[in-house]
């Protein structure tokens, strides 16, 4: 069967993460080193001076490419959005009997890693305004976590769920087909970024 | 406990603070459990009398059983039926005995089977916002 590009981007990564699994550090998913995920902003643009800022923007619609002043207002609105959306997952703590059937609720482990990938997506984004803002879809898991679907359109996203025992789960979905990361996940880490990059040059 | 036909459709109940309340879309999350407990139509016709909107899980979610959430395809394997993917969708009513504090409940059934992401995204797919009770509901 010819293998599609999007197939041997995920198996060459899937590749490095094997070769390099053993010179990884093992453990917490984001207690060490950040640096792979962190970005620092390659330009600065205000909050408030450039564009008159009224509310949070619909950011419930897919993303939308545009001039390098429209991407920088999407940036704004997608601040706040972040900002927002972090606020509500510090409220999930302690949420129970909140679906039918079995339910519990997020614990702070879980809804602080969750923050933490929000602000390396936000940051990173900021540094690279060629890349499509996602559209950005959250909720709790009935049997404890929280899953964050980053997709910048209906046929493409990444997923990552994050278990109240630590453990993640990473799925990509390129062209409507699924790529799971269900082992080793902590080694991925160093490579979420590059993951999403290659969705949106698809 | 039987199989629940396709074209049917089951409700699942939410707490409105468990979504972020300016989302519109329903999130994938919601689906990641092995035996995912709903209530049939056939036999709640009006979600809204659930014990579970008494509770405050007032958001509606209704999912239309079909093949896709049953036998959901591969693209990866040339679209065919992904075996570790498969679903049951059963009828399961609850006792009393089974459940003191709440009553049966005739119309329970379960989505059964291992929710993989493809998974989850199938049955989101077949899955639409109801409604949310208000106050003129029952509770």
């Known amino acids: ?202 | 406990m039987s199989e629940i036909p396709n074209g049917e459709t089951l409700f699942k109940y939410v707490y409105p603070a468990a979504f972020p309340d300016d989302q519109e879309d329903i999130p994938i999350s919601i689906f990641h459990i092995k035996d995912l407990s709903c209530d049939w139509m056939k036999y709640r016709p009006d979600p809204f009398t659930s014990f579970h909107i008494d509770e405050g899980k007032t958001i509606v979610i209704a999912i239309n059983v079909c093949e896709e959430i049953k036998h959901p395809r591969n693209p990866k394997n040339n679209g065919k039926i992904e075996e570790a993917w498969q679903q049951k969708v059963i009828h399961q009513p609850v006792s009393e005995e089974e459940d003191p504090k709440h009553g049966a409940n005739y119309a329970h059934s379960l989505i059964l089977g291992k929710k993989k992401m493809p998974v989850q995204e199938a049955i989101k797919d077949n899955s639409t916002i109801y409604g949310r009770a208000t106050s003129d509901d029952k509770g």
Not at chain 1, 7 to 27: H, P, Q, W, Y
Not at chain 1, 51 to 72: F, I, M, P, R
Not at chain 1, 74 to 91: G, S
Request: glycine share 4%; proline share 4%; net charge negative.
């Open chain 1, 1 to 202: 069967m010819e293998i599609n590009k999007s197939e041997k981007f995920m198996n060459d990564i899937f590749d490095d993460i094997e070769s390099n699994a053993t010179m990884l550090v093992s453990g917490s998913f984001f207690s060490e080193s950040n640096d792979e995920l962190i970005a620092t902003p390659s330009e600065s643009y205000s909050f408030f001076e450039e564009h008159e800022y009224k509310s949070v923007a619909n950011l419930n619609t897919w993303c939308v490419q545009g001039s390098l002043d429209e991407k920088k207002y999407q940036l704004q609105h997608f601040n706040v959005f972040i900002n927002k959306r972090k606020e509500y997952l510090d409220t999930l703590e302690g949420l129970d009997n909140w679906i039918s059937g079995e339910s519990e609720a997020p614990n702070r482990k879980a809804i602080d890693d969750s923050k933490f990938i929000l602000d390396s997506f936000k940051n990173w984004l900021s540094a690279r305004f060629e890349i499509p803002i996602p559209k950005i879809i959250m909720g709790p898991i009935p049997t404890g976590g929280i899953t964050l679907e980053l997709r910048p359109d209906k046929f493409n996203g990444m997923f990552i769920s994050i278990m109240n025992d630590e453990e993640i789960e990473i799925d990509v979905m390129i062209d409507d087909t699924f790529y799971s990361v269900d082992k080793e996940s902590t080694h991925i880490k160093p490579y979420l970024l590059e993951v999403y990059e290659h969705l949106v040059d698809e």
